[in-house]
């Protein structure tokens, strides 16, 4: 007898793959934007670094959880790291973004 939760099994035929467009890319450079200049930071010379990438899509995880979501222009920021950051890297980016 098996212990624990029971399997869960999803009906995948309502599921389709999301390959972001220009707008969702469009999407997510205004999100790191807007993050930088929460930041109090220049944006300009810093949009296309991780550490950027990194906080915002850490910040829109966040805003999220309170459900408020920035759709396909987040997809586009996870896509951008390749992998989920740890909390480390999210404290570390942030920091190196206010040179700290």
């Known amino acids: 007898?098996?212990?624990?939760?029971?399997?869960?099994?999803y009906d995948a035929k309502h599921?389709?793959?999301?390959?972001?467009?220009k707008k969702a890319h469009a999407e997510a450079l205004q999100l790191k934007q807007a993050y930088a200049e929460g930041l109090g930071i220049d944006p300009n010379p810093?949009?296309?670094?991780?550490?950027?990438?990194?906080?915002?899509?850490?910040?829109?995880?966040i805003r999220r959880s309170k459900f408020a979501s920035q759709g396909e222009?987040?997809?586009v920021l996870w896509r951008e790291l390749g992998q989920m950051p740890t909390v480390d890297e999210v404290l570390a980016a942030e920091r190196r973004l206010l040179g700290h």
């Open 1 to 9: 007898m098996r212990r624990g939760r029971p399997a869960i099994h």
């Open 15 to 21: 599921l389709r793959a999301r390959n972001p467009n």
């Open 46 to 61: 810093v949009l296309m670094t991780r550490d950027l990438t990194v906080a915002t899509y850490a910040h829109e995880l």
């Open 73 to 75: 222009g987040v997809l």
